[in-house]
């Protein structure tokens, strides 16, 4: 008798079991930040952008292994399911709070998924109106200031265009009338030099050793500019950074 039970126990673990993996099977994308996993101002300060970083994070399951998506990069692997948390590579776990809604926790960052596939809304530009603009000569006086980027347009066949845009909307420039040039992204600097190239609006910006970064000015006044990345083509509306 006492074997019987342990079996039909046993068989009633696994149909619970088997019921509650099915029930995250399909597709899960970036719903908001976890707030309360932010604990300085610094973080809270930055939580638009890390929602722009995110925003297109998207993760399917089947019952045995997943696919995620996130700014035009692709992975997939098995995961394992226990207790309603699913653990990935290197410990990326996520939490399901119920049918609907899931947490994602990654080292010291985690952020809420709901359920459905990821819809990329279209994107309406502002400032950068055009798909090409003329290069303009380079006035190094207007140029020597703190910027902002306010808008970013990747080429339409850029694989990574997703991707790109998110990195370069999360940065300032910093150009110095003594040829150093300061990048920034959310509040971490990296140094450079800068120097004018022999085109008109090339700004060649060297990292060390690395090969200098090539920027084409296509517009600029004393309050807005727009650069082209010579790299990928991607284009950046940015206004002077007066905070």
Do not use: H
């Not at 990654?106 to 998924?113: P, V």
């Not at 290069?135 to 850029?158: F, I, P, S």
């Amino acid at each position: 008798m006492k074997k019987t039970v342990l079996a039909l126990a046993m068989l009633v673990a696994l149909a619970v079991q088997a019921q509650t993996a099915s029930s995250i099977v399909g597709s899960w994308s970036f719903d908001k930040i976890n707030e309360a996993a932010l604990t300085t101002a610094e973080q809270k300060e930055a939580m638009p952008m890390l929602a722009s970083m995110f925003g297109s994070f998207e993760i399917r399951f089947d019952k045995e292994l997943y696919e995620l998506k996130m700014m035009g990069r692709e992975e997939s692997g098995a995961y394992t399911f226990a207790n309603k948390v699913i653990t990935l590579r290197e410990g990326t776990k996520i939490t399901f709070v119920n049918d609907s809604s899931a947490l994602l926790a990654a080292g010291n960052g985690s952020f809420y998924l709901k359920r459905g596939a990821y819809v990329k809304e279209e994107t309406v530009y502002t400032f950068l109106t055009k798909n090409s603009y003329e290069a303009v000569a380079v006035d190094a006086t207007m140029l020597c200031k703190k910027w902002k980027v306010r808008e970013v347009k990747t080429k339409a066949d850029d694989e990574e265009g997703e991707m790109t845009a998110t990195m370069l909307n999360l940065m300032n420039f910093e150009f110095k009338a003594d040829g150093t040039f300061l990048l920034t992204i959310m509040g971490q600097g990296q140094a450079a030099t800068w120097e004018l190239g022999e085109q008109k609006g090339e700004i060649r910006a060297a990292m060390g050793t690395e090969t200098a970064n090539l920027f084409i000015i296509k517009e600029q006044t004393a309050n807005s500019m727009i650069i082209e990345m010579e790299e990928n083509g991607a284009l950046m509306y940015l206004v002077p950074d007066t905070e």
